[in-house]
């Protein structure tokens, strides 16, 4: 394959359609072979010159849902669970314990980031949207304290 056609699709590609270039290709004496190939090399390439990989994000999404409703859904378990102790301790802990998973992630964020660059991602991912998104996270916590207490109230009436 030739770097000269993938150069070429790069510096076009946001200029004219995969159609013109192609065809301006085939009129230089390019086979649709060596387009083709040019294409699949062009378009694995990003800005920066450096070969994506498929695995590069693998991982993103599902650290993302993890940290961003499994996390707060676990800390809500918990802190529910000791506000039968009393409400003021679940309050604190499960406070704490939301602040824990934001450090977490951002330490793990750092740490991930150049061996496992998906899974980075989706701790990036979910801990800028716990931040930006705060009442999602505490509501999920919230709502499953008031569950709980309001479970345990009523299979002690009864």
Not at 71 to 92: E, K, N
């Amino acid at each position: 394959m030739r770097s000269d056609i993938v150069n070429y699709i790069r510096q076009n590609i946001n200029i004219y359609t995969r159609q013109a270039i192609e065809e301006e290709l085939t009129q230089h004496g390019f086979s649709q072979e060596e387009i083709q190939e040019a294409w699949e090399k062009a378009s694995s390439i990003n800005g920066n010159g450096v070969e994506r990989k498929p695995e590069d994000n693998k991982g993103c999404w599902g650290t993302f849902w993890k940290f961003f409703l499994l996390g707060p859904l676990i800390i809500g378990l918990v802190s529910g669970i000791l506000s039968q102790v009393s409400p003021s301790i679940g309050a604190i802990i499960g406070l704490t314990l939301f602040g824990f998973e934001l450090i977490g992630g951002i330490i793990g964020t750092i740490v991930f980031w150049k061996e496992r660059n998906g899974i980075a991602k989706g701790l990036l991912a979910g801990v800028l949207s716990s931040i930006l998104l705060f009442f999602i996270p505490l509501f999920i916590i919230g709502g499953i304290c008031t569950a709980i207490g309001s479970f345990s109230s009523f299979i002690s009436s009864s």
